[in-house]
């Protein structure tokens, strides 16, 4: 084909691959007469498919970010964008799935009807439930586990119902708030593992909250470090190790303790600040 004809012919637009847009959000909490400010002017897009670990010290407005995202805070000043449109507070997102660090399992459920209780909501035939609960159940491996109770399993294991009983609907974003925060080292790279496999299969868009280094370097495409309150964005890193990862084999290569030592440095920096406002 001659220039000429190149230039002549319509130029397709490229897809417009931003998923969620973040774009200048505040927020301020009145506490009886003080303003807290927790987040100021945080400005970052997600791309399909990408995932992006939001790291800062605890108090860094982490989790006021991601609830805005998920349209459970109204931001004081700026906007959310999902798939192009505008997040309203109190209205629920569709594709959007929220796991969070607290265990909300549902004490009187069994395991099996914990995770299917998304399909219960939307109606979903009792014979194509058991399908995907089976499904959910074997992927978690929390097989022979069907019809415990919540208080029968250990921490790592209700964490694994929790994320199951989000995913089990399909949201094609994923919204995580420290949802393995409370579980011990060995019991999160395991979870970690579960996550993984899922998402290089199912390519959700995911945002991930943490304040663990290892655990966003482990997951994310792209960590986004946030600065003590008021937070705000310090700094972004790409985090290029190759897929599929092995959450543990990943932290025995020389380029993750390359990275981990890079950014541990900002973060440590933040650690302090908090500490001290
Ligand atoms: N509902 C609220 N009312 C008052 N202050 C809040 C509220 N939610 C969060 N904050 C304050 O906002 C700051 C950021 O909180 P948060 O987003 O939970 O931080 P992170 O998730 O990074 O630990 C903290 O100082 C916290 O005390
Ligand atoms: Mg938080």
């Given amino acids: 084909m001659s220039a000429l004809a190149t230039s002549a012919a319509p130029q397709p637009r490229p897809p417009d691959t ?10 301020s909490f009145q506490l009886a007469k003080t303003t807290i400010e927790a987040v100021r002017n945080v400005s970052f897009d997600v791309r399909r498919g990408e995932f992006v670990a939001l790291l800062g010290p605890s108090g860094s407005g982490k989790s006021t970010v991601l609830n805005m ?7 004081s000043g700026g906007d959310v964008l999902i798939d192009g449109k505008r997040v309203v507070a109190g209205k629920a997102t569709s594709n959007v799935g929220y796991v ?5 399992l549902f004490p009187w459920r069994s395991i099996a009807d914990n995770i299917g ?3 219960e909501l939307a109606g979903v035939a009792a014979h194509e439930r ?3 609960i089976a499904e959910c159940v ?3 491996g929390l097989k022979g586990f069907e019809s415990a109770y919540p208080s ?3 921490g790592g294991m209700r964490q694994r119902v929790a994320l199951m009983r989000t995913l089990i609907v399909e949201p094609q974003i994923l919204l995580m708030d420290e949802p393995f925060g409370a579980l011990d080292t060995h019991t999160k790279i395991d979870m970690h593992e579960v996550l993984l496999r899922i998402w290089e299969r199912e390519q959700q868009t995911v945002l991930f909250v943490t304040h663990d280094l290892g655990e966003a370097l482990t997951l994310a495409d792209r960590i986004i470090l946030f600065s003590a309150r008021p937070g705000r964005i310090k700094d972004m890193f790409e985090v290029d190790f190759a897929r599929p990862r092995d959450a543990v084999k990943v932290r025995e290569t020389p380029r993750y303790a390359e990275l981990f030592q890079h950014i541990w440095h900002s973060l440590g920096e933040e650690f302090v600040k908090g500490r001290s406002a």
């Fill in 117 to 119: 209780y998304g399909l």
């Fill in 100 to 104: 969070f660090q607290r265990d909300t």
């Fill in 18 to 27: 931003r998923r969620v847009e973040v774009k200048g959000l505040s927020k």
């Fill in 69 to 75: 995202i998920a349209s459970l805070i109204r931001p």
């Fill in 152 to 154: 029968a399993l250990s």
């Fill in 138 to 140: 074997a992927q978690a």
């Fill in 130 to 132: 058991k399908e995907r």
